[in-house]
């Protein structure tokens, strides 16, 4: 071999191994997650085609179900003081970590809507679920759950979708190569996740503990790795065409936005008001990203007024 290619070769070995040094150094993701990991969590786990699916289910199994589908990725946690409500009230309430996130599994897949339709189908044919049920998402998770309704509308009786995700940008052209990309994203958005959860709260003063809730999740292998994968699928969605197959269904629609969201500014519900003319739309002020936590009185008392003008049939 001659010298000059010896020392490029040389060269390109130093860059590589100091790339994965530093992707070592700055990547939070250091074991996989297993069954001691989740020794003692609070809810149970079920295994699902793709996976183990963490999730919690409270209230009787006669009462009127809802299902609660978290944002990109914040855990079911995220939805705790509508539970509590929910279940005060007198309804069922079931809450699942989305692939990736939180407590389930990491697999090595895309995450595209058809993943998120199974999983959330898989989990509902494990728990026996067999009549319509009341689905809510906030943000990522109105993406998961229009999805979802438009493709099994006969599984919905209402859909409320609260500050939904409405457009996707194309990511940045390093972002999307192979190996380039992963390793990027590793290095650069992952590490802040927990920090930059604070920006979805119009006071985040009020929420000192969110940031410590959110980080023990990013420890285990595949947590990255699931939202590149989640955000490269959304790119291509056209949400236009989403919303307007929800409206095609006829399922009941309430639109819930805080006023002051910063993350998913409220004039991007225009994008699903558009598309879903009979939507119920309720703009609640002082509010940010997640209104169902930082005006829990107003947004529960909407939501359970929605509820109780679609009940079930009287048997």
Do not use: C
Request: no cysteine; hydrophobic share 40%.
């Amino acid at each position: 071999m001659r010298r000059p290619v010896r020392t490029i070769v040389r060269i390109a070995a130093v860059f590589l191994l100091a790339a994965l040094a530093y992707r070592y150094w700055k990547d939070p993701e250091k074991t996989v997650i297993d069954a001691a990991d989740r020794a003692g969590a609070p809810g149970k786990f079920v295994a699902l085609t793709n996976g183990v699916t963490h999730y919690d289910l409270t209230g009787p199994d006669t009462a009127r179900l809802v299902v609660l589908v978290h944002g990109f990725s914040v855990p079911y946690y995220i939805w705790d003081s509508t539970a509590v409500t929910l279940g005060k009230a007198g309804y069922r309430v079931l809450r699942y970590d989305l692939y990736g996130r939180g407590l389930s599994d990491r697999p090595d897949v895309t995450y595209d809507g058809a993943l998120y339709d199974r999983q959330l189908g898989d989990l509902l044919d494990s728990l026996h679920v067999t009549g319509p049920i009341d689905l809510a998402g906030v943000s990522f998770g109105g993406f998961v759950t229009a999805h979802y309704t438009a493709g099994h509308a006969a599984r919905v009786r209402t859909l409320t979708l609260v500050d939904p995700v409405s457009g996707a940008g194309q990511l940045p052209w390093a972002l999307r190569q192979p190996v380039l990309g992963p390793w990027l994203w590793q290095v650069t958005r992952v590490p802040g996740m927990a920090e930059g959860q604070s920006s979805d709260f119009l006071h985040p003063e009020h929420f000192p503990t969110w940031a410590d809730q959110y980080r023990p999740q990013m420890r285990f292998r595949g947590f990255g790795r699931s939202l590149l994968s989640s955000s490269v699928s959304m790119s291509h969605v056209s949400f236009d065409s989403l919303y307007s197959q929800v409206a095609k269904t006829g399922v009941p629609v309430l639109l819930i936005w805080g006023k002051q969201d910063h993350t998913i500014p409220i004039a991007m519900s225009e994008v699903v008001r558009r598309n879903i003319p009979a939507a119920e739309y309720a703009p609640i002020d002082s509010s940010g990203h997640l209104p169902h936590i930082e005006q829990t009185k107003i947004f529960h008392e909407r939501m359970i007024a929605f509820f109780e003008a679609h009940r079930p049939p009287a048997k």
